[in-house]
């Protein structure tokens, strides 16, 4: 685009006199285009999270709190904790993980598990893989593309039917976002670490999208999972990202409650996490 305009620009200083006024105006767009940075949120990096004048923080669990929500199956015919352990005992015995689709065959038996607990008959739950996150920079930020790898969605059975059917289709729809609570997650073979920019502005893209102050996300190898929250400035530029410390399933399972319960706490948004 940048490039374009910039053509259009020469074009007119080469042209008949009166036309000041417009090359003027295509040369303050093409500045301002030069000063955002454009890419997919995979090439993000902490330098990526600074010039975005996004801030971290950490967060911390209420004890004991988190366990309850993975302990025990909530909804009729739910996977229940033993069904989903030798789902993944399965998975571990037969799969590799060197790559990204082994990791996110591991992934998906958590997500389905937390989906299956948090649908009701008045409540709904699905899960919307490869979603896009496109947006519009705002000024003197970052505009970042791409897709997240999963989108969660809770709420009216009739909007996360919507969703099931056709994602896109279903957010075009405004009103949509006043019937569900949303949170998103991105898969990584390698350390989550060293992806959680990427994650970070993925969820930047995402709330500026549906209109958020705040959003939840998460990135994960499978084994190891690092929860987050957006939470965008009061006026406009920037943000914070406060995170737990990562949590891994462990060899035993025995940290899979955990990371359970907090699938279903993220896209329910309740409160059992606290700022430090």
Not at 30 to 54: Q, R, W, Y
Not at 156 to 170: D, M, R
Not at 186 to 196: S, T
Request: aromatic share 6%.
């Amino acid at each position: 685009m940048v490039s374009s305009l910039k053509m259009v620009q020469d074009m007119l200083e080469e042209e008949a006199e009166g036309v000041q006024e417009i090359i003027d105006a295509l040369g303050s767009i093409v500045n301002k285009l030069k000063e955002i940075e454009h890419g997919p949120s995979e090439d993000a990096t902490i330098l990526s999270l600074t010039k975005a004048n996004i801030n971290m923080d950490l967060l911390r669990l209420k004890e004991g709190e988190a366990p309850k929500l993975g302990d025990k199956a909530t909804a009729p015919g739910a996977l229940t904790l033993e069904e989903t352990k030798k789902n993944i005992m399965c998975i571990r015995k037969y799969v590799s993980f060197e790559t990204e689709a082994g990791c996110r065959i591991l992934i998906n038996a958590l997500l389905i598990h937390a989906a299956s607990n948090l649908s009701t008959s008045g409540v709904g739950a699905a899960i919307a893989p490869e979603f896009r996150t496109e947006t519009p920079s705002e000024s003197g930020g970052s505009a970042y593309s791409g897709a997240v790898d999963y989108l969660m969605v809770l709420g009216e059975p009739w909007a996360t039917e919507l969703v099931l059917q056709s994602p896109e289709f279903a957010f075009a729809h405004k009103d949509v976002l006043k019937y569900v609570t949303c949170s998103i997650y991105e898969a990584k073979p390698n350390n989550v670490l060293k992806a959680l920019p990427q994650a970070v502005m993925a969820a930047v893209v995402q709330s500026q999208r549906f209109g958020f102050q705040t959003f939840r996300s998460c990135v994960t190898t499978g084994e190891e999972w690092l929860f987050f929250v957006y939470s965008k400035d009061a006026n406009g530029l920037g943000g914070s990202v406060s995170s737990l410390p990562s949590i891994r399933l462990k060899d035993d399972l025995s940290g899979l409650p955990l990371v359970l319960g907090l699938l279903c706490d993220w896209v329910c948004c309740l409160t059992i996490i606290t700022d430090l």
